[in-house]
């Protein structure tokens, strides 16, 4: 019938074959990253295969594998949706929340199948969501008013995020580098402040935290390898010899002595130019773009440090750290703000040689150095890393804990089953099955240690139902242990984002009963 009025090229799924193709879609995107949930989630290789770029890269985190495969299913994209923003939110258990979602559109699945319509799974859904919610928010605990307690617990929580990633053999340490890191932010929470560089070479443990920013750049020919009480002039400008912008012109001369002059006058325009950037009071110059010869001996003359091609980012970092702005004119001195740091001096990281900016004006400024095997090792060590920092970040503005080891999901599931007896009609149905789908986040943790899931998920449901609420799985012994005496802690805010995220996605995949492909305007020839 729709095809009397619909352009060609257009096709429209409805009802059961338009739901099907939604559930398959996203319940294949969870099985793929299942494997790499908890602390013995197994690695992918993802591979690209354009004719240009063969490179590869080795992760377990959710965000990375979803964001690199290219997907044609509309369902799909939500999975992957949901998994950006949890990175983008909090940092952490981007995996979790596409898994869950992917559970809990199994179970709708089945229920679908009994004839059960999506509006009242999606009814029961949002009853559970917010039993679910108020258990998760009982159980948490809250000890921001001790430092020393809050940091033990950073500590915990970013070492329980790193047990399942590459850094897991040197979780402590790794753990101990970030909390020590984002303490120094003194909760600005700015993580432009802590810069993380890779250099390849030695091993893992080798990596430390420089109280200091750190730039990858070298200090120009002639000029101090090391500077005291450093006024830093950070600038976005052309140094290279000014050329005379006359396009589609030529400039006939009688004489290779007017070449000279012309060359001459161009050279004096670039003294000039340094001559102003020398009355700014500056004893270090960095520059966005490259420094020429020319104006590279002008500096070495006057005693200036000069560093070219420091990138966007870079220079944009530099002037949060030093206290400065970024500046393209030199008129006028008095309108520009110079950084300031204590010491600028160029070290030694294994063979390569950088600059070191000590004491900045931003005392919380500090560079992770990471050192490892590879460059396929550093780039995932960065990703373990990054997802550390940002939970932590998340913590410190969300200063709430949970058990982690599948204790909550448990807590929650067992919460919504006492409430499934008091609940009348098919809602409770899918109440229920949303505890199931809660349920199978921990048991999918045990299948990936090689355990017996039903064996640990039916000891751990026995446990809390015994009043032991903070027992959960205990990955390194195949058994059930209490969460708080092994340090296994989690942030709040993390799961309370996979939680809501997940079931508000699953609930808008499951109200969908069409599918509309557009095919894309047909464009004319033009003659």
Same mark, same amino acid.
Request: charged share 25%; hydrophobic share 40%.
């Given at each position: 019938?729709?095809?009397?009025?619909?352009?060609?090229?257009?096709?429209?799924?409805?009802?059961?074959?338009?739901?099907?193709?939604?559930?398959?879609?996203?319940?294949?995107?969870?099985?793929?990253?299942?494997?790499?949930?908890?602390?013995?989630?197994?690695?992918?290789? =993802?591979?690209?295969?354009?004719?240009?770029?063969?490179?590869?890269?080795?992760?377990?985190?959710?965000?990375?594998?979803?964001?690199?495969?290219?997907?044609?299913?509309?369902?799909?994209?939500?999975?992957?949706?949901?998994?950006?923003?949890?990175?983008?939110?909090?940092?952490?258990?981007?995996?979790?929340?596409?898994?869950?979602?992917?559970?809990?559109?199994?179970?709708?699945?089945?229920?679908?199948?009994?004839?059960?319509?999506?509006?009242?799974?999606?009814?029961?859904?949002?009853?559970?969501?917010?039993?679910?919610?108020?258990?998760?928010?009982?159980?948490?605990?809250?000890?921001?008013?001790?430092?020393?307690?809050?940091?033990?617990?950073?500590?915990?929580?970013?070492?329980?995020?790193?047990?399942?990633?590459?850094?897991?053999?040197?979780?402590?340490?790794?753990?101990? =580098?970030?909390?020590?890191?984002?303490?120094?932010?003194?909760?600005?929470?700015?993580?432009?402040?802590?810069?993380?560089?890779?250099?390849?070479?030695?091993?893992?443990?080798?990596?430390?935290?420089?109280?200091?920013?750190?730039?990858?750049?070298?200090?120009?020919?002639?000029?101090?390898?090391?500077?005291?009480?450093?006024?830093?002039?950070?600038?976005?400008?052309?140094?290279?010899?000014?050329?005379?912008?006359?396009?589609?012109?030529?400039?006939?001369?009688?004489?290779?002595?007017?070449?000279?002059?012309?060359?001459?006058?161009?050279?004096?325009?670039?003294?000039?130019?340094?001559?102003?950037?020398?009355?700014?009071?500056?004893?270090?110059?960095?520059?966005?773009?490259?420094?020429?010869?020319?104006?590279?001996?002008?500096?070495?003359?006057?005693?200036?440090?000069?560093?070219?091609?420091?990138?966007?980012?870079?220079?944009?970092?530099?002037?949060?750290?030093?206290?400065?702005?970024?500046?393209?004119?030199?008129?006028?001195?008095?309108?520009?703000?110079?950084?300031?740091?204590?010491?600028?001096?160029?070290?030694?990281?294994?063979?390569?040689?950088?600059?070191?900016?000590?004491?900045?004006?931003?005392?919380?400024?500090?560079?992770?150095?990471?050192?490892?095997?590879?460059?396929?090792?550093?780039?995932?060590?960065?990703?373990?890393?990054?997802?550390?920092?940002?939970?932590?970040?998340?913590?410190?503005?969300?200063?709430?804990?949970?058990?982690?080891?599948?204790?909550?999901?448990?807590?929650?599931?067992?919460?919504?089953?006492?409430?499934?007896?008091?609940?009348?009609?098919?809602?409770?149905?899918?109440?229920?099955?949303?505890?199931?789908?809660?349920?199978?986040? $921990?048991?999918?943790?045990?299948?990936?240690?090689?355990?017996?899931?039903?064996?640990?998920?039916?000891?751990?449901?026995?446990?809390?139902?015994?009043?032991?609420?903070?027992?959960?799985?205990?990955?390194?012994?195949?058994?059930?242990?209490?969460?708080?005496?092994?340090?296994?802690?989690?942030?709040?805010?993390?799961?309370?984002?996979?939680?809501?995220?997940?079931?508000?996605?699953?609930?808008?995949?499951?109200?969908?009963?069409?599918?509309?492909?557009?095919? $894309?305007?047909?464009?004319?020839?033009?003659?």
């Amino acid at each position: 019938m729709e095809g009397a009025f619909l352009e060609q090229g257009t096709s429209v799924d409805k009802g059961e074959n338009a739901r099907l193709s939604s559930f398959i879609g996203a319940i294949a995107v969870a099985d793929m990253v299942k494997t790499t949930l908890g602390p013995k989630g197994m690695d992918k290789i =993802l591979q690209r295969v354009s004719e240009h770029d063969q490179t590869i890269s080795v992760t377990n985190d959710g965000a990375t594998i979803l964001r690199s495969i290219n997907l044609d299913n509309a369902a799909a994209k939500v999975l992957v949706d949901i998994a950006k923003v949890q990175d983008d939110e909090v940092g952490d258990g981007t995996t979790s929340v596409a898994v869950l979602c992917g559970e809990l559109l199994r179970e709708a699945e089945i229920l679908v199948n009994q004839r059960i319509h999506p509006q009242t799974i999606s009814a029961g859904w949002r009853l559970a969501r917010n039993i679910a919610r108020k258990a998760l928010e009982d159980s948490s605990v809250n000890n921001s008013e001790n430092q020393e307690l809050f940091e033990k617990d950073l500590f915990r929580i970013a070492r329980t995020t790193l047990s399942s990633k590459l850094l897991t053999h040197e979780k402590d340490y790794f753990a101990q =580098l970030a909390v020590d890191a984002i303490i120094r932010l003194k909760g600005s929470n700015n993580l432009d402040h802590i810069q993380v560089l890779k250099k390849a070479g030695g091993q893992l443990r080798d990596s430390y935290l420089e109280n200091g920013f750190l730039l990858d750049k070298s200090i120009g020919v002639g000029q101090p390898k090391r500077i005291t009480d450093a006024n830093i002039l950070i600038a976005n400008t052309s140094m290279d010899t000014d050329k005379i912008k006359i396009y589609g012109s030529r400039v006939k001369v009688d004489s290779m002595t007017k070449v000279a002059e012309i060359e001459d006058a161009e050279k004096d325009k670039m003294r000039q130019k340094c001559e102003k950037i020398v009355n700014h009071g500056c004893n270090v110059f960095i520059n966005r773009q490259l420094i020429y010869n020319l104006p590279e001996s002008i500096f070495a003359e006057k005693g200036i440090m000069a560093i070219e091609h420091a990138d966007f980012d870079g220079v944009e970092r530099l002037a949060a750290v030093t206290g400065g702005e970024v500046t393209s004119t030199f008129d006028h001195p008095e309108l520009v703000t110079l950084g300031h740091c204590d010491v600028v001096e160029e070290v030694m990281i294994g063979e390569d040689k950088v600059i070191r900016l000590g004491g900045c004006k931003s005392g919380e400024a500090c560079t992770i150095v990471l050192r490892g095997a590879s460059s396929h090792v550093l780039d995932e060590a960065e990703r373990s890393l990054h997802d550390a920092l940002c939970i932590l970040q998340a913590t410190v503005k969300d200063t709430r804990t949970i058990c982690g080891g599948g204790c909550t999901e448990v807590l929650m599931a067992q919460a919504i089953d006492r409430e499934v007896e008091n609940t009348p009609g098919k809602k409770a149905l899918a109440m229920a099955a949303f505890a199931r789908a809660l349920r199978q986040l $921990p048991a999918i943790v045990a299948d990936n240690g090689g355990y017996d899931s039903a064996e640990l998920i039916t000891q751990l449901r026995a446990a809390h139902a015994s009043g032991k609420k903070t027992h959960g799985l205990d990955m390194y012994n195949g058994s059930i242990a209490d969460m708080k005496n092994l340090g296994v802690m989690e942030s709040f805010k993390s799961k309370f984002q996979v939680l809501m995220s997940a079931s508000e996605a699953a609930e808008m995949i499951l109200r969908v009963d069409d599918i509309i492909k557009c095919a $894309p305007r047909q464009r004319e020839a033009m003659y």
